[in-house]
């Protein structure tokens, strides 16, 4: 073989190489279009699961404000409440006071009268 017919046959060899990575890079191409799509797919996802944790957090910080308001009605109830039991506590304090003077009353009258 002379090196013309070498020379040839290896530029053969090259565009038959050539040929075969040309059609491997359409195929990477088209794999990297599939890929592109399912990334935009994936950004749509993240952006509606970003939007959802908006609203989420929203409706937390609405709960978590409700809640403090039910919180201080529930203390402001509690103090209320103790309140009035310790004047009621007073109060039977004081008509116990009274019933046992007039417990003593009734004692002395009863003996001047036997």
């Known amino acids: 073989m002379s ?8 530029i053969g060899k090259l565009d038959a190489k050539m040929d075969k990575l040309g ?24 952006e509606k699961l970003d939007l959802d944790l908006a609203e989420v957090r929203e409706h937390v910080i609405l709960i978590e404000q409700d809640h403090g308001k039910q919180l201080n009605a529930l203390f402001d109830s509690y103090e209320l409440l103790y309140t009035i039991s310790c004047e009621i506590r007073t109060g039977m304090t004081k008509l116990q006071a009274t019933q046992d003077h007039h417990d003593l009353r009734l004692l002395r009258l009863e003996a001047k009268i036997s």
């Open 3 to 10: 090196d013309a017919e070498k020379i040839i046959d290896m």
């Open 23 to 46: 059609s491997e890079v359409g195929i990477l191409g088209s794999e990297v279009g599939k890929l592109d799509a399912k990334v935009e797919k994936l950004d749509a996802k993240v």
